[in-house]
């Protein structure tokens, strides 16, 4: 990497993204930043995908690292991070595309933002409609209302949406700028969170240790979501949950924790009933289907209680 106003190490951890890896990569690459220089690094968990072909016979540029097993998501952002050599580390989920003007609007918030620890962007739907991109203090409160309530209502009392460059709690690791010394004072992502909530974790922690988590909704990125299985429906459920109890237990101790689990089996047994009632009244089997994947997941949960 050349001498350069801003650095960056562009680093996308994938698992089976053959259907998407090319565009993000594509994308990144479609841009030509004046005052941005920046490397690619892909770290492949074992796909077992056409991922690793892709991206060694169509981007002979990008650093490629395989696994020789799935790491999760924490590990391998920690695993790689002796190979990067930029100022800041921009974490980039395989199923995004960057939209237009990305760097020079990222090369602009630094000419007149010039200490930014860490910076979350807005993400969009496929449609273009805005995803949630920030998210308020994780609390036992928060909890209850994304466990007990619809999502769509939760949804909207446990995100924000800032129309301006401001300070938030937390944002979304699918699109993540952290100041490379600042994720290594803080020994970076917590690799007990296999999938989801470690870049929560890592907020927490980086505003207990009193460093600035910004967000803009001038910079965005689109952001497909994985279309996923029932097998990775139960797997993603299943990861979300726990790391939403591992993640009380780790900052608001033993107490919470054990409230937040029957709370957690509540809402799951909720979402079961509800999904077998829609699912025979309304002949939904997409939600009879959850049902299904819930009451796995609800017993995988119970057997492998962490407390």
């Not at 350069?4 to 594509?26: A, G, P």
């Not at 992502?189 to 907020?203: S, V």
Request: glycine share 4%; hydrophobic share 40%.
């Amino acid at each position: 990497m050349n001498n350069s106003n801003l650095q960056l190490s562009i680093l996308i951890v994938t698992y089976n993204s053959e259907k998407y890896i090319s565009n993000c990569i594509d994308s990144i690459l479609s841009q030509n930043p004046a005052s941005i220089t920046y490397e690619i690094l892909v770290v492949d968990n074992c796909s077992n995908d056409k991922t690793s072909d892709i991206v060694k016979s169509r981007f002979p540029a990008v650093r490629y690292f395989q696994n020789s097993n799935n790491l999760g998501f924490a590990k391998a952002v920690n695993q790689s991070f002796q190979q990067i050599n930029g100022e800041y580390i921009l974490l980039l989920n395989p199923d995004t595309v960057i939209v237009k003007d990305f760097f020079l609007k990222l090369s602009n918030l630094f000419k007149h933002n010039n200490k930014i620890d860490i910076l979350g962007v807005k993400l969009l739907n496929e449609q273009g409609s805005e995803q949630p991109s920030s998210w308020k203090k994780v609390t036992f409160f928060t909890i209850l209302l994304e466990m007990l309530l619809p999502y769509q209502l939760s949804k909207k009392l446990v995100t924000v949406a800032p129309k301006q460059f401001c300070e938030v709690e937390n944002v979304s690791g699918a699109c993540m700028l952290i100041k490379k010394d600042v994720f290594e004072k803080l020994s970076g992502f917590d690799e007990k969170f296999f999938l989801y909530y470690e870049e929560i974790d890592f907020c927490r922690r980086a505003k207990n240790a009193g460093y600035k988590i910004n967000y803009t909704p001038d910079i965005e990125v689109i952001h497909f979501g994985a279309k996923s299985s029932i097998t990775d429906k139960q797997v993603f459920f299943y990861n979300l949950y726990k790391n939403k109890l591992y993640f009380i237990k780790k900052h608001y101790g033993k107490i919470f924790y054990n409230i937040s689990f029957i709370v957690v089996v509540i809402g799951i047994l909720l979402r079961i009933i509800f999904g077998f009632i829609g699912g025979l009244f309304l002949l939904n089997k997409d939600l009879y289907r959850i049902s299904q994947t819930l009451i796995l997941v609800l017993i995988r949960m119970i057997k492998n209680d962490i407390r």
